[in-house]
Each structure stands twice: as structure tokens, then as C-alpha cells.
């Protein structure tokens, strides 16, 4: 089973729409949550990181269920340029590692 | 202030080598990690370095190994390279531990022919 899971898409959705992404992690010791973004061909760029109470960065929201252990993003708003693959990612103690989600791929259309 | 530098940009070498990517972090950054990724996937963790020391290691053969130097930049090294080895190779570096969000650089691209 891999340590973290997402729906790689693709999500098409019109300017000005909503979407969330969900994110599934196997490993209930995991004690950091992030969510990025890679654009094509680009590096891994921070979007957030995930707090459980949640958390909110202008049209974007996190949040995380330790009971269910998923991760969310919302996004409100879509613009074209939120266009881009979106990576969750699960940090655990042992052994330091950070785990990725195979992520999740969005075009924004006009 | 400089972002996660990786060199060199683009790597093309043939089965059997090896090869050497290297990493600078963010200033002040002491912790460096590498990961592998293929297209169409996420980045699959090879190896965390904080402190000149291994801290963490993926599920990748032994032809893998890195280092990391007083000064906090890193190495990896991969030995007998193999045409699945075709990948990006990134650099990742925070203040810490995973509980700090890491920072990317841009990437080795290697091509195994």
C-alpha cells in the first residue's frame, strides 16, 4: 500500500470554479502535511503547509482529518494560472522521510 | 538570498556509469534530502543528510549513496547506472526536521542511453 495516495485526475474546471483535492495517508504516526504544486517540468514548490486545525491562504484552504487520515485542499476561484499538479505530502519522524503523493493534475479552462 | 542550487542542469550518460549530482541549500538550511522523479509520478525519497549524517534512507539499491559537507552542500552519487535511473533528480533542503517544510531546487535532469 503506498504511504500516501491521491486521485491524480485530471480535474478540468472552468475559471471562476471550485475544486478540492483529497489526499489519503496510510500511516497514522505522520506528523507534518504539505501541500505543493509543480508546474510541468519545474520543481516542487510550496504551497502550504497543513495544520489540524486547518488553515487558509487567500482562495486556498487545508485542512486534515487525523481520525480518517486525509488531507484536503480547496481552491475558490480558479484562475488560469492555479493551473498545475498538485502534490500532497506526509512527513513522519522515522527515519525523516517525506512521502509524496503521485499528485494531482488541474487545467483551469477559460 | 539564493534558493536550492543543483548542478549540473542536464546529465547525459550511458548504462554502466556513474554519475555525481550535487546540491548547495538555502542559506542557514542544515538538513538536505534527494528525490527521484520519474514522469507522471511524485518524488520518491532517496536519502535525508542533516549535520554531515545520514538521517533517513528510501527504498532505493546501494548503487545510491550521498554525502553531505561542513559547509551543508550535498552529493549523491549513483553507481552502475541503469536506463530506469532516467530521471529528475531533486534537491530539497529545510532548517531541519520534517516537521519544517522543505525547499526545492531545480532539478538534475539525467538521461541514461
Known amino acids: 500500500r503506498k504511504e500516501v495516495e491521491q486521485d491524480p485526475g485530471p480535474f478540468n474546471v472552468p475559471e471562476g470554479a471550485t475544486v478540492a483535492f483529497n489526499c489519503t495517508y496510510s500511516?497514522?504516526?505522520?506528523?507534518?502535511f504539505f501541500w505543493y504544486r509543480q508546474d510541468c517540468r519545474k520543481e516542487p514548490k510550496l504551497l502550504m503547509s497543513?495544520?489540524?486545525s486547518g488553515n487558509e491562504d487567500g482562495r486556498f484552504t487545508a485542512q486534515l482529518n487525523r481520525a480518517s487520515q486525509y488531507i484536503s485542499l480547496l481552491i475558490r476561484d480558479s484562475k488560469l494560472s492555479d493551473s498545475a499538479t498538485y502534490l500532497c505530502v506526509v512527513g513522519l519522524n522515522t527515519g525523516n522521510q517525506f512521502y509524496f503523493g503521485t499528485g494531482t493534475s488541474l487545467t483551469v479552462i477559460p | 538570498d539564493a534558493g536550492v542550487t543543483q548542478s549540473p542542469t542536464h546529465l547525459i550518460k550511458t548504462r554502466g556509469q556513474q554519475v555525481t549530482l550535487r546540491c548547495s541549500p538555502i542559506s542557514g538550511h542544515k538538513s538536505v534530502s534527494w528525490y527521484q522523479q520519474v514522469l507522471g509520478q511524485g518524488p520518491q525519497f532517496i536519502f535525508q543528510y542533516y549535520e554531515k549524517e545520514e538521517r533517513g534512507r528510501g527504498n532505493f539499491p546501494d548503487r545510491f549513496s550521498a554525502r553531505q559537507f561542513p559547509n551543508y552542500s550535498s552529493e549523491l552519487n549513483v553507481n552502475a547506472l541503469l536506463l530506469g535511473d532516467s530521471a529528475l533528480y531533486l534537491c530539497?533542503?529545510?532548517?531541519?526536521?520534517?516537521?519544517?517544510?522543505?525547499?526545492f531546487g531545480d532539478g538534475t535532469r539525467l538521461s541514461i542511453l
Open positions: 497543513v495544520y489540524s
Open positions: 530539497a533542503s529545510s532548517p531541519w526536521d520534517v516537521s519544517q517544510p522543505q525547499h
Open positions: 500511516n497514522s504516526a505522520s506528523q507534518s
